[in-house]
């Protein structure tokens, strides 16, 4: 089991940008991805992008262009810096660990809202 805590949330203006952190310790050593999923209140949960073990990435269409995930292996962390925020982007924003079957891991969540 792996333990994840994100950080970085925080309330910016629309167009504004902030970088979520998720901090999991040996999630590279167990062969994990991960990945990033949103939800605003009274909407399912979403997710947002994924990047695997090998540095690969992926995006929903939504944030595509728009929000960049990356990992620092050395610091067992997995970034999501999102730029020209939309209010629409306001929801709750958990990490997940992914890419194998025993890859179920998820954070609490960190709030990020954008304000117009």
């Known amino acids: 089991q792996v333990q994840l805590v994100e950080s970085g949330g925080g309330s910016v203006q629309a167009g504004g940008s902030l970088r979520l952190s998720c901090r999991a310790p040996?999630?590279?050593?167990?062969?994990?991805?991960m990945d990033w999923y949103r939800q605003a209140a009274g909407k399912q949960r979403e997710w947002v992008s994924s990047i695997s073990t090998y540095g690969s990435t992926s995006y929903s269409d939504s944030v595509k262009g728009r929000f960049t995930t990356s990992q620092d292996k050395a610091k067992d962390t997995v970034y999501l810096q999102m730029n020209s925020l939309k209010p629409e982007d306001t929801a709750m924003y958990s990490c997940?660990?992914?890419?194998?079957?025993?890859?179920?891991?998820w954070g609490q969540g960190t709030q990020v809202t954008v304000s117009s």
């Open positions: 040996g999630f590279t050593s167990v062969n994990c991805g």
């Open positions: 997940k660990t992914s890419g194998k079957w025993w890859c179920e891991d």
